[in-house]
């Protein structure tokens, strides 16, 4: 399959909110993410957005190959998510409740509360030419799936 066609097959109905395990102590809650069992991927990158000023917005992009796993660790922001014909906003607010988005999909990530942390796992190390930053390419590139 050709890199780019993950933006005709792709849907928003294949991202999916995931529950971690919440194992309550009481000194304090545990959630755990293990490689390609809590999440369908291996995670070759981590990273996280932090400190983001109020009224900014992440993300706006779609990615070719790259899977993610989005976790609201602390705080809580929106995740519109975007397949070219249809849109759906996620909220995460909780430490142990994730968002999976396959490749093909725009997103961005909006609405973030003060204190608020992403965490972010990804299923590729960072590659430029992965992206789709520019939302006509992104429209170009799906429209196969208004036909």
């Known amino acids: 399959m050709a890199e780019t ?25 545990l959630s ?12 070759k990158r981590v990273y996280y957005l932090y400190d ?3 009224g900014e917005e ?11 796993f989005l976790v609201a660790i602390s705080g809580s922001f929106d995740v519109i998510i975007d397949d070219g014909t249809k849109q759906r906003c996620v909220t995460l607010n909780r430490p142990y409740m994730g968002l999976i988005i396959v490749p093909g999909i725009w997103r961005v990530i ?17 590659d430029e ?5 520019d939302y006509d390419e992104f429209k170009r590139l799906t429209s196969s799936k208004n036909k």
Do not use: M
Request: charged residues 20%; aromatic residues 6%; proline residues 3%.
């Open 5 to 29: 066609d993950s933006h005709k097959t792709s849907s928003i109905d294949q991202c999916q909110v995931i529950e971690l395990d919440k194992h309550h102590h009481a000194n304090g809650n």
């Open 32 to 43: 755990v993410v293990e490689n390609g069992v809590h999440v369908p991927f291996d995670t």
């Open 52 to 54: 983001v000023p109020g």
């Open 58 to 68: 992440r993300g706006g992009h779609s990615h070719k190959r790259l899977r993610q």
């Open 110 to 126: 909006n609405n973030f509360s003060s204190g608020s942390v992403c965490l972010v796992l990804a299923s590729e190390h960072y």
């Open 129 to 133: 030419d992965d992206y789709v930053r």
